[in-house]
């Protein structure tokens, strides 16, 4: 049995007539009455009543029919969905990102995402820098939220959208004797206790926070490390400490902490998604539409 046949089966049936059946499916009637032959010959029934003034269906076309009607039913179904597959409107978007990210633009970017492609899966995997690194670079992640440096970090063979800037300020415990000031200078934090995140965790600012203070000419008083910068935000709240924090944070730490930026930014951090230019998906175009299309 061949699609064809039941096409010209279901063409026949509809129209109870093999001229103007064979007339649309643009073959000649000799090619239809041969198939739909073919098609009783195999089933071992007959489809049709035929006569010299009119073609009738039997109980086993009628039977077969209304099966035929949910076969093309279901096959345009598969042809529509393979076609919106095509065009990124289904399938499955995997995105990760660094927690500091959480703060930015990500949750509207993929709010805005799911509403305009809603069959498609969105999966987020928070990770650190490496983890989102290796991710990429392996194809488990198609689009990574991360922090973009000209060095090391910056991957090769890897697409890079910048979206903001976001500078570094210090985030005091509620109460804390500096929290009167409009701006600090990292001299007035020589002598502070400082709780940072964990360099395995956050590498990047890590790295960042200690050098700039090494440069200012202390080296900081960490009295505690913590896994994500919620946490961080959560021992200086606490009163562990003092900490640096980015500024896009600091809205939503308001009511536990006092921001106070510095004078002079101790480091500019250019938030940006990246990809590798070897995905090439659908869902990764459309995403980084939505993503420039903020900026």
Not at 103 to 111: A, E
Not at 128 to 150: P, R
Not at 217 to 232: D, E, K, L, R, Y
Request: overall charge negative; charged content about 20%; glycine content about 8%.
């Amino acid at each position: 049995m061949e699609l064809q046949q039941l096409k010209y089966f279901a063409e026949v049936a509809n129209r109870l007539h093999f001229g103007r059946a064979a007339e649309y499916l643009h073959a000649s009637q000799q090619t239809v009455s041969y198939q739909i032959g073919q098609l009783e010959s195999e089933l071992g029934v007959q489809l049709f009543k035929r006569t010299t003034r009119k073609v009738e269906l039997t109980l086993a076309g009628e039977a077969l029919l209304e099966e035929v009607r949910h076969v093309f039913e279901h096959l345009q179904r598969g042809i529509d969905e393979a076609i919106r597959a095509e065009r990124g409107k289904r399938g499955k978007l995997v995105i990760g990102y660094i927690n500091i990210m959480l703060y930015s633009i990500l949750p509207g970017v993929v709010r805005l995402y799911r509403e305009h492609y809603p069959d498609v899966e969105v999966v987020m995997l928070e990770m650190d820098f490496h983890q989102l690194e290796k991710g990429l670079q392996q194809g488990d992640v198609d689009i990574g939220f991360s922090i973009y440096l000209n060095d090391k970090y910056s991957q090769q063979n890897m697409n890079w959208l910048p979206f903001a800037t976001e500078s570094i300020g210090v985030a005091l415990p509620k109460g804390h004797h500096l929290s009167g000031r409009k701006k600090l200078t990292l001299n007035d934090l020589a002598n502070e206790m400082f709780v940072f995140p964990n360099r395995n965790e956050e590498p990047l600012l890590f790295d960042s926070y200690v050098f700039s203070c090494r440069q200012a000419g202390f080296s900081p008083h960490i009295v505690q490390m913590a896994a994500s910068n919620q946490a961080v935000i959560g021992l200086v709240a606490a009163g562990i400490g003092i900490a640096f924090m980015l500024g896009c944070m600091s809205q939503r730490f308001a009511y536990d902490i006092t921001f106070i930026p510095l004078e002079e930014p101790l480091l500019d951090i250019k938030l940006a998604i990246c990809w590798p230019q070897s995905n090439q998906i659908e869902q990764v175009s459309q995403f980084t539409g939505i993503v420039e299309s903020l900026i």
